[in-house]
C-alpha cells in the first residue's frame, strides 16, 4: 500500500485539511486528494461505512460515490459519475446511506441504468419505493423449497433440467452458444403462456447494439411490458458494471417480497467479475488467483442467494435467477465458472460441438443438472420424460460405438434410431417457445414408439404436423394438457391416434 500521509501533500491540500479539522472535523468530512480510473482517494470521512455513499463537491453540484476502501488515513471511493467533474481538494461528505434504486411497477416496460435513470428516452422514472442495492438475503425461515414450475418453454430445458420458481440455474458455455437465446426464449414464454412473471434483464458490459437488437424483440414479442431493463455497455466505468446486478436484484426483490414472481437473468456475470477485478486493482487491493481479489466468491454469492422462494407467511413470492457465464474453450473447470456452479443449483451447459452441427439448443445433455427443479416440473411433462436423459445418454454412447461396425443387433438399433428422433424432436428454433401440450405431445409421441416409421429428417415436419392436427380436432386436450396435470389413458389415446395418423402421411 502506497499511502500518502497529510506532510507529502501539496500546501494547499494540507491548508484545505486543516482547515476542516478546525471547523467541522475530519470525521464525516474529508478531501480528495487525488482522482483517477474511475477512484477518488479521500482523506478525511473518518467515520466512513463499508459501502456507504459519499457526496463530492464538484463545480456545479455534487457527484456521487461509494466508499469501498477503508484505511487508515485513507479512503478510496468508487466514482458512479465521471471522474472529470472531480477535482483534488474536492470536498467530501457522508451521506449515511447505502446506494438505493427505484423500485416498483413504474419501472416495467422501461430500460434503465443500474441507478434506475432512464436510457430509452422517456421520461424520469419516479417510483413511491426505493430498494437497497446490497441487502442480506432472506433466511432460512424466510423461504421454502421450490414447488412451482418455472417454464422456459425450451423443451429439453423443461423436460430434462426443469427449473423451479426461486431457483438459480446458471446458463454456461463459449462464446457464440445460443446462452443469451435461451434466456430470451424464456422471457418470451412468460408473456406467451401469460405465467404474469416479470422479468429483469441486465445486461452487463455488453454492446450496446445487441442490448438495443433485444429490446427491439422483446417489443415485437409483446414482452416488454412485462420487463424492466438494466444496461450498461462495454464503455462505461467498472463501478456501474459492478452495481447492475445488484441493483437489478433490488427492482426484482419488489416484486419476490409483493406475493408476485419475477425472473432475474444476468447477462453475463463473467464480465461482472472482470468489472470488479478491475474495480479492486485499481483500489490496490492484492490479486489472487487468475488476478481476481480474494473475495469475488463473495461478489456472486451474496449477489445469488437473494433469489428465493418465500415461505408462506412472507406471501409466497419468487425470485428465479439465470446467471450466465462465459467459457473459454468449453473450460468450467476456470476460476469463476467453478465458483458460480457451486453457488446455483445447477447448470445448462451449452457446447460449441453441438451448436455446430445443428443440434440447437445445444444442450449437454450429460452436464447439465438442476438439482431442485425437478419437484416443481409439472406432472405432465414429469410422467413423459422421465428417463429422457437416460435414453439420450444411451443413446450418445451407442451411436459412437456404431461408427465402427456395421453389425449391430436388432436392439441396439432401435435404441439408435429412438435416440436419433428423440435428439430430432428436442431441436427448437428460437423465439418458438413451447407451451405444455406442446411440450407433451412432442415427446410422447417419439418416446411412445408412433413416430419410428416416419424419417429422421422428417421428424421435425412432423411434430408440426401432429401439433396443428392435435389444435384443430381436439382443442379441449389442450386446455387438459396446459393444466400441468397428470394425463389419463383417455388422453393419450387421443394423442396415440392423431399421431398415428399423421405418421402415416410422413411413411419414409
Ligand atoms: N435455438 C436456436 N436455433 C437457431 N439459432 C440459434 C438458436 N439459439 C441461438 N441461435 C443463434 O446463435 C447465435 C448466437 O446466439 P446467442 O447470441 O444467444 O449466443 P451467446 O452464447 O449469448 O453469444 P455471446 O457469447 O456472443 O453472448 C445467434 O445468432 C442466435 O440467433
Ligand atoms: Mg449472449
Given at each position: 500500500m502506497t499511502n500518502i500521509s497529510v506532510k507529502d501533500l501539496s500546501d494547499e491540500l494540507r491548508r484545505a485539511i486543516n482547515k476542516i479539522e478546525q471547523t467541522e472535523g475530519l470525521e464525516k468530512v474529508g478531501i480528495v486528494i487525488r482522482v483517477g480510473d474511475g477512484v477518488a482517494w479521500i482523506h478525511g470521512l473518518s467515520k466512513a461505512g463499508y459501502s456507504e455513499m459519499l457526496e463530492i463537491e464538484t463545480d456545479d453540484g455534487v457527484s456521487e460515490a461509494f466508499a469501498l476502501n477503508l484505511m487508515e488515513d485513507e479512503i478510496g471511493a468508487v466514482l458512479l459519475d465521471s471522474e472529470s467533474k472531480v477535482r483534488a481538494g474536492a470536498k467530501v461528505r457522508l451521506t449515511g446511506k447505502a446506494l438505493e434504486v427505484p423500485v416498483g411497477e413504474e419501472l416495467l416496460g422501461r430500460v434503465v441504468d443500474p441507478l434506475g435513470r432512464p436510457l430509452d428516452g422517456g421520461p424520469e422514472i419516479k417510483t413511491k419505493q426505493t430498494g437497497l442495492v446490497e441487502k442480506p438475503a432472506i433466511g432460512v425461515m424466510g423461504r421454502q423449497s421450490v414447488n412451482e414450475p418455472l417454464m422456459t418453454g425450451i423443451l429439453s430445458i423443461d423436460a430434462m433440467v426443469p427449473i423451479g420458481r426461486g431457483q438459480r440455474e446458471l446458463i454456461i458455455g463459449d462464446r457464440q452458444t445460443g446462452k443469451t437465446a435461451i434466456a430470451i426464449d424464456t422471457m418470451i414464454n412468460q408473456a406467451k403462456q401469460n405465467t404474469g412473471v416479470v422479468n429483469i434483464y441486465v445486461a452487463i458490459g455488453q454492446k450496446l447494439s445487441k442490448v438495443a437488437s433485444l429490446i427491439d424483440r422483446l417489443k415485437e414479442e409483446g414482452v416488454l411490458k412485462q420487463t424492466i431493463i438494466v444496461a450498461t455497455s462495454a464503455s462505461d466505468p467498472a463501478s456501474l458494471l459492478y452495481l447492475a446486478p445488484y441493483a437489478a436484484t433490488a427492482m426484482g426483490e419488489y416484486f419476490r417480497d409483493n406475493k408476485k414472481h419475477a425472473l432475474i437473468i444476468y447477462d453475463d456475470l463473467s464480465k461482472h467479475a472482470v468489472a470488479y477485478r478491475q474495480m479492486s486493482l485499481l483500489l490496490r487491493r492484492p490479486p489472487g488467483r487468475e488476478a481476481y481479489p480474494g473475495d469475488v466468491f463473495y461478489l456472486h454469492s451474496r449477489l445469488l442467494e437473494r433469489s428465493a422462494k418465500l415461505s408462506d407467511d412472507l406471501g409466497g413470492g419468487s425470485l428465479t435467477a439465470l446467471p450466465i457465464i462465459e467459457t473459454q474453450a468449453g473450460d468450467i473447470s476456470a476460476y469463476i465458472p467453478t465458483n458460480v456452479i457451486s453457488i446455483t443449483d445447477g447448470q445448462i451447459?451449452?457446447?460449441?460441438?453441438?451448436?455446430?452441427?445443428?443440434?440447437?439448443?445445444?444442450?449437454?445433455?450429460?452436464?447439465?443438472?438442476?438439482?431442485?427443479?425437478?419437484?416443481?416440473?409439472?406432472?405432465?411433462?414429469?410422467?413423459?420424460?422421465g428417463d429422457l436423459r437416460m435414453k439420450l445418454a444411451q443413446f450418445?454412447?451407442?451411436?459412437s460405438f456404431a461408427q465402427f461396425g456395421s453389425d449391430l443387433d436388432k436392439d441396439t438399433k432401435s435404441q439408435i434410431e429412438l435416440g436419433q428422433r428423440l435428439t430430432e424432436i428436442l431441436k427448437q428454433a428460437q423465439f418458438s417457445p413451447l407451451s405444455i401440450w406442446e411440450q407433451y405431445v412432442s415427446i410422447y409421441a417419439v418416446t411412445e414408439g408412433l413416430f419410428n416409421e416416419v424419417p429422421v429428417a422428417k421428424i421435425q415436419e412432423a411434430r408440426t404436423a401432429l401439433l396443428s392436427y392435435v389444435k384443430k380436432k381436439h382443442k379441449k386436450l389442450i386446455d387438459t394438457l396446459n393444466t400441468g396435470t397428470k394425463p389419463d389413458d383417455k388422453v393419450k389415446e387421443t394423442i396415440k391416434e392423431a399421431a398415428k395418423e399423421v405418421a402415416s402421411e410422413y411413411k419414409g
Open positions: 451447459f451449452l457446447e460449441t460441438d453441438l451448436f455446430y452441427q445443428g443440434l440447437r439448443p445445444a444442450i449437454s445433455v450429460g452436464l447439465s443438472v438442476s438439482r431442485v427443479g425437478g419437484s416443481a416440473q409439472t406432472k405432465a411433462i414429469k410422467s413423459v420424460s450418445r454412447e451407442l451411436a
